[in-house]
């Protein structure tokens, strides 16, 4: 049996003006992304095109399609195009390279795709990207609700770290994913550090943002390291999943997903909400796009739906509200209203 232990790819800090691509080069990104720094970067480009979608047949047909003389695959923009640049690059034995307009998901640094198939996230193993490309002057310049997003990623270490001790208790983890206290550890001390930086994160400031990236990298270094992703995703992120399609028409972004998610978890592990959502809304993430009856819905169908899913253990598996509870959990959140 071999294991893997994923390294980071090569981040490269530096202004996208110098970035001069030599290889024939196929670009997933959208219109918005596109617009604000493609004129800024030298690509020889043989395709390009913007990802509508993660859903697993789409990416296969994407992946078929590219043309032959493809040399590298680019990622501009945010977590959707770098999946999707991640994966075709890996179902085309390519290398990728990822450029962020906004530090809203740790996506870019990880090793793993996360596409969506059957209503629910997998995760598939691609290898990291060969290199990211961040300008921090551009990152500081997205809008707000987006550019330091990421954050929730760390964030949801606060609900992550519950579910994974909550499983231990009940003897529910595997042996590859037991409970560590080592780990945890780190985990929580990444996580406070997260709570320190969100103001400033959500100001734009660049200080905080870079704080923000190397929290991001260590993260991501921590689920290589254990071969997991316990610490960081739980519940929060299980009702993010859940969610999710409810509310494709609008095009909520994942953070607006995973942040209200956190909260839904904290809630049920009894923590104290107040902090938790005055830092998530600090950093710019907002908690105003799911619709109350999107929610309720969702919670409803726990704990029937991380049954279904087989989805590691956490609170969600034991968590059967009724609608006055689910409504009650809404009020102590502060969530669809």
């Not at 905080?208 to 316990?230: K, M, S």
Request: with cysteine; net charge negative; glycine share 8%.
């Amino acid at each position: 049996m071999v294991e893997t232990l994923w390294n980071l790819p090569r981040v490269e800090l530096r202004e996208l003006s110098t970035v001069k691509e030599t290889r024939t080069t196929a670009v997933l990104t959208g219109n918005r992304a596109w617009s604000s720094v493609g004129p800024l970067l030298s690509l020889p480009i043989a395709v390009q095109a913007e990802p509508l979608t993660t859903e697993i047949g789409y990416l296969n047909a994407m992946a078929a399609s590219l043309p032959p003389q493809v040399e590298v695959v680019y990622g501009i923009g945010g977590g959707r195009a770098a999946d999707t640049a991640k994966y075709i690059a890996w179902k085309n034995n390519l290398p990728s390279v990822l450029i962020p307009t906004a530090l809203s998901v740790d996506g870019f640094f990880t090793a793993l795709v996360a596409a969506r198939e059957d209503n629910t996230v997998r995760y598939y193993t691609t290898g990291p990207a060969e290199r990211v490309i961040v300008d921090m002057d551009v990152i500081s310049t997205a809008p707000a609700h987006i550019r330091g997003t990421g954050i929730v990623e760390i964030l949801s270490m606060t609900t992550g770290l519950l579910d994974w001790k909550f499983a231990a208790e009940r003897r529910q983890n595997t042996p590859e994913e037991r409970f560590q206290p080592w780990a945890a550890s780190i985990a929580a001390g990444i996580a406070q550090q997260a709570y320190k930086i969100a103001a400033d994160v959500g100001a734009g400031k660049i200080d905080a943002l870079r704080n923000l990236l190397d929290l991001i990298c260590v993260e991501v270094q921590l689920t290589n390291q254990l071969g997991h992703n316990r610490p960081q995703e739980g519940s929060e992120q299980y009702f993010a999943y859940a969610i999710e399609p409810k509310v494709s028409r609008t095009g909520v972004p994942y953070a607006d997903l995973v942040g209200p998610g956190i909260l839904v978890a904290a809630a049920l592990h009894k923590q104290n909400i107040g902090p938790i959502r005055d830092t998530l809304i600090s950093a710019g993430v907002r908690m105003d796009r799911l619709r109350r009856e999107d929610i309720l819905d969702t919670l409803a169908m726990f704990p029937a739906y991380a049954r279904e899913h087989r989805l590691p253990y956490s609170i969600l598996h034991e968590t059967t509200l009724s609608v006055d509870e689910a409504n009650k959990l809404l009020e102590a959140t502060g969530l669809g209203k």
